[in-house]
């Protein structure tokens, strides 16, 4: 859905676990922890297509990040 007046989109849980690698349940823990700003309109959370893309690509360079940092570490171990 958009909302009135903007090109923002915005998802539910339910509509963003199916566009991501994450369940509806995590993604609420994401929200309500703050890795993912969203918004509780009544009973469901809502998040922009925008913060989920934000997120899913830091967590992407992230685990980049730690699997070059491990392979550091098992061509170190290699070589004893």
Known sequence: MTLPGTT???LTLKEAAKVSPYSPD???L???KGKIRG???GRDWLV???ELYVYLKRQH???RSR???LSKF???LDKE
Request: charged fraction near 40%; aromatic fraction near 4%.
């Open 48 to 50: 922009t297509k925008q």
């Open 39 to 41: 918004r509780k309109i």
């Open 61 to 63: 360079e992230e685990s």
């Open 30 to 32: 994401l929200v309500r």
């Open 26 to 28: 995590y993604l609420n």
């Open 67 to 69: 699997v070059h940092e």
């Open 8 to 10: 923002i989109e915005v």
């Open 74 to 76: 098992v061509k170190k």
